[in-house]
């Protein structure tokens, strides 16, 4: 019988989905496993991975018989690819099932910025409506300049949820996409330069660390909007943090940072920011989806017959 470890911050659904597929060993994190002895740990063949606790070189060599990492998410930024690669180690992720949720957020988190949702509904619920009269005027929405910074499954779904608020839709990717009426640049700098919301919809990891960098930070003007769906690495948060503080940028809508859940908490005390706690994918209907994903990765290595959705 294939051992399997599951580590993770998972719900009791995905406990329970889990134990009966597989019956696996649970840990929270990756650093418990030192709790197994060295005879448990050489049995376990498959991992079923999830959060963002790194999973690399040392990790890795704690399980010399791993054959599959099986990770709960997308992103697998966490797991060190080259590493699993050195050992023939398969990865899979769970891409597709999460674009919607990941793209409603992305929508409404900006929709959120740019009408002071939560600012105006600060002022209903304070009763300042009745005595201090209608809140402030803010800014139209629908038709505005965005720019989406990779325009991949996520980032596509992004796109066309602002085309449908009639938004002039540029963007950034690797190579030009066929995408009739909106506009390519081959650089990021350019396309902040031509937008008011920079949305950032790119992979995480070591490639596209700092990706939205000082230089484009400073390309944004004093009413652009930055939302970030993606990880907190592909922002240079020092850089971004001080263009809120001193209102270089006009706001910014974020899912995703460095250092989760211990967030920098000058983020704490700006009134231009929306903070969400890395929710894009959390619905009951998504982590299903995702949970069902991750399991048929690993029934299919159990059975040998092709993985579903391999990255390595
Ligand atoms: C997380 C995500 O996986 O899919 C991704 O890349 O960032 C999320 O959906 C989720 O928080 C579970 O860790």
């Known amino acids: 019988m294939t051992v399997v470890l599951a580590i993770g911050p998972y719900s009791e659904r995905d406990i329970s989905g889990l134990k009966s597929a597989f019956d696996p060993i649970f840990l929270d994190t990756p650093s418990q496993m030192h709790e197994l002895d060295a005879s448990e740990r050489s049995k376990i063949k498959a991992l079923a991975f999830k959060g963002h606790t790194s999973f690399g070189v040392n990790e890795i060599a704690m399980l010399p018989n791993l054959n599959l990492i099986a990770n709960f998410g997308v992103g697998y930024d966490a797991i060190d690819i080259s590493a699993a690669n050195e050992r ?127 230089e484009v930070i400073a390309a944004l003007g004093p009413r652009s909007i930055i939302v970030n769906i993606s990880r907190g690495s592909t922002i240079d948060e020092e850089a971004m943090l001080e263009a809120l503080e001193t209102g270089k940028i006009g706001g910014a809508a974020l899912d995703v940072f460095l250092n989760e859940p211990n967030i920098n908490p000058r983020f704490y005390s700006l009134p231009n920011v929306v903070v969400q706690p890395h929710q894009g994918s959390g619905t009951v209907e998504t982590r299903d989806a995702m949970a069902a994903l991750q399991r048929d990765n690993i029934h299919a290595f159990i059975q040998g017959s092709n993985l579903i959705t391999p990255v390595n």
């Not at 002022?123 to 009745?130: D, L, R, V, Y």
């Not at 008011?196 to 490639?207: E, H, K, R």
Request: net charge neutral; no cysteine.
């Open 88 to 214: 023939n180690i398969k990865v899979t992720n769970t891409p597709n099932v999460l674009n919607d949720d990941v793209a409603d957020l992305a929508v409404a988190m900006l929709l959120m910025q740019v009408r002071e949702m939560a600012q105006a509904s600060e002022w209903a619920h304070s009763g300042n409506w009745k005595t201090a009269g209608e809140y402030r005027l803010n800014r139209k929405f629908s038709g505005g300049r965005a720019g989406i910074v990779g325009l991949g499954r996520i980032g596509r779904e992004i796109a066309n949820r602002l085309a449908a608020f009639k938004m002039d839709i540029h963007y950034y990717a690797r190579t030009e996409k066929e995408t009739p009426g909106w506009t390519y640049h081959s650089d990021v700098t350019s396309l902040a330069a031509a937008v008011d919301y920079l949305i950032v919809a790119v992979v995480g990891g070591p490639d596209t660390i700092n990706f939205v960098s000082r």
